[in-house]
């Protein structure tokens, strides 16, 4: 995808900095090395000043109706008001259709809560039997698995050599199976935001590279 025919004056973006936060914004001009946005409204708790110099997600709907990403780098706020942000033009290979992404999954034990949406049944705790960027799977008991399917709350604990990260996700369910050990459950994340995913895919990488050895 070429990003100058891509992109275009007064087109709606989104916006995602490292830590997940996001923003709504419209471009509101465009040159060969950068392109500004205005008209900002923050969807989430965003300090716009320390964007400035930082990697961002860009996301943005093609005429197809698919929804499309890249990074880029802020490179300024323009002075004045109202606030608005000059960003660097991407690379048109990094352009990448968001709904279509390919992830490899590893078996990994890692940490998650799961909402289903029961009153009877509060959040309760397991461990993953596999995870990927895309989805989970983990082992309960042989009980059938019991779910609403707009309750699908959840929250992981990846463990890197830092912290912590605590990872919200929205999942679909896609088939339970009876194993020796109980019931293997696999769900799909449908609402998680990229750079969490990203976090994720470094998780598996990472356990990828150590079962190597």
């Known amino acids: 995808m070429i990003a100058l025919d891509a992109l275009f004056v007064n087109q709606y973006v989104e ?46 709907a093609g005429a197809s109706g698919d929804k499309f990403q890249f990074k880029t780098c802020v490179l300024s706020q323009a002075r004045g008001t109202p606030v608005e942000l000059e960003l660097s033009i991407p690379e048109d290979v990094s352009i990448v259709t968001a709904q279509k992404r390919e992830f490899f999954r590893v078996p990994a034990n890692v940490n998650f809560e799961l909402d289903v949406g029961i009153s009877s049944h509060p ?24 779910y609403e399917s707009t309750g699908l709350n959840g929250l992981l604990f990846i463990e890197t050599r830092d912290l912590t990260h605590k990872i919200p ?5 896609v088939y339970q199976m009876l194993i020796e050990k109980g019931l293997q459950i696999a769900l799909e994340f449908t609402d998680i935001r990229e750079s969490h995913r990203d976090i994720i895919i470094k998780y598996c990488m990472k356990v990828q590279l150590q079962r190597r050895f």
């Open 15 to 60: 916006l995602e900095d490292n830590k997940g936060n996001m923003l709504v914004a419209q471009i509101k001009a465009i040159d060969s090395k950068f392109f500004r946005i205005g008209s900002i409204v923050v969807k989430h708790r965003i300090s716009i000043p320390r964007l400035v110099k930082q990697e961002v997600y860009i996301y943005f």
């Open 123 to 146: 959040r309760r705790s397991y461990i993953t039997k596999d995870i990927s960027g895309g989805g989970i799977s983990f082992i309960k008991d042989g009980h059938l698995f019991e």
């Open 169 to 173: 996700f929205k999942g679909r369910f």
